[in-house]
């Protein structure tokens, strides 16, 4: 019933900047926050950044803080992650996702998820 999907993904230079966006439709009435995740070859998938989707409120993990901001338009139907700074180990898929919790960090508590854009890092 949501939507989610992600665009902005590509090939940076450490250092380099990348907008990534996620489109959201459907039914997102329910829908309290808006994250984005990410997941590198062999590793888990990590929470990256959160925003109440009514408040823009939001919340990001320690390894991107003062990096990355997320935001969402006027009319709710586009949340971005605008990355500054790359680093390699920025390198992974990054999801977009829609949980009806607010403000979560948890993986498990998010109930709609977009097919993912890669993100590389060149060193």
């Known amino acids: 019933q949501v939507q989610l999907v992600e665009s902005g993904g590509g090939l940076v230079q450490t250092g380099g900047s990348l907008r990534l966006s996620c489109a959201v439709s459907?039914?997102?009435?329910?829908?309290?926050?808006m994250g984005w995740f990410r997941q590198a070859p062999g590793k888990e998938r990590e929470f990256v950044s959160v925003?109440?989707?009514?408040?823009?409120?939001?919340s990001y993990a320690d390894s991107v803080k003062g990096r990355f901001t997320i935001s969402r338009d006027n009319g709710k139907t586009t949340v971005y992650l605008q990355m500054n700074g790359l680093k390699p180990e920025d390198t992974a898929v990054y999801y977009c996702?829609?949980?009806?919790?607010?403000?979560?960090?948890?993986?498990?508590?998010?109930?709609?998820w977009g097919q993912g854009t890669q993100v590389t890092v060149s060193s």
């Open positions: 996702a829609a949980s009806s919790y607010v403000l979560s960090r948890l993986s498990s508590e998010y109930g709609y």
């Open positions: 459907g039914r997102t009435f329910s829908s309290r926050s």
């Open positions: 925003i109440s989707w009514s408040s823009g409120s939001t």
